[in-house]
């Protein structure tokens, strides 16, 4: 999961933010398509344009907060897999009288402060989660929470992102494609040709943008090859 900087609304939608189903109008889907590079915006996994491989989100349910059915700020696109795992579930973070923090799930309230990442708040959910990239370890590839964070956890755990079919999906992206091209690079450096060493690193500019695939665990895997140090890689 990676930020999602949150464009203009649609018009269509300041007819009502409570009324009616404004969120399905094919000017919104495509908005949020659009702001969010043809991704799913918990698992990044690539969703169609067209068709019905995709489903817009509440991040907080319209069945707990009518008042943000066709809001904005409040609408999301996922694909189907998170789509049916995240349903209507809505954990809050309180903090009880000796102020330590406690995640609870309610029906509605007036402010509630969310237990998991809206990736298009303004949050960093990179700050939040990271990916296990050690090839020795029998989770390679797995989402993780970022030192034990507690909203990665719980984000984890109601979008379903570390479900067998993304897991699966970001193996493959890390063995057959972020490894191999890793040791192209590597081996581009040792030649000491500058114009070979350029053009293998360019894959790797398009695998941390935005745009891309799974860009969280390859920023990630970019940092810890150092490929911003050694290579002068720009990670966003």
Known sequence: ???????????CLAASTTEGELYRKKEVVN???????GKCCYSEI?????????????FRPKAHFKWARNDWPNLLLVCPQCN???????????????????????RASSEP???IIDPSSGENPEDHLTYILDDMDP??????????????????EVTGIDDAVF???????LNDVLQN?????????????????AAALQPFERFVSSKEKFAGMAREFARMKKLGERFGLTIP
Not at 167 to 173: A, G, K, L, N, S
């Open 46 to 58: 690539l969703i169609p344009e067209e068709g019905h491989g995709k489903a817009v989100e509440h």
């Open 113 to 115: 402060k969310a237990a």
């Open 84 to 106: 049916g795992r995240k349903r209507d579930q809505f954990p809050e973070m309180l903090t009880d009288n000796e102020g330590a923090a406690k995640v609870v799930y309610i």
């Open 181 to 197: 091209r890793y040791l192209e690079l590597l081996a581009a450096k040792k030649s000491g040709d500058n114009d070979c060493l």
């Open 139 to 156: 989770l390679y590839g797995q989402v993780t929470p970022r030192n034990g964070s507690q909203r990665g956890r719980v984000t984890i």
């Open 1 to 11: 999961m990676i930020r999602i900087h949150r464009t203009a609304c649609p018009a």
């Open 31 to 37: 908005a949020l398509w659009r702001m969010q590079h």
């Open 167 to 173: 897991w699966r999906e970001r193996f493959e992206r």
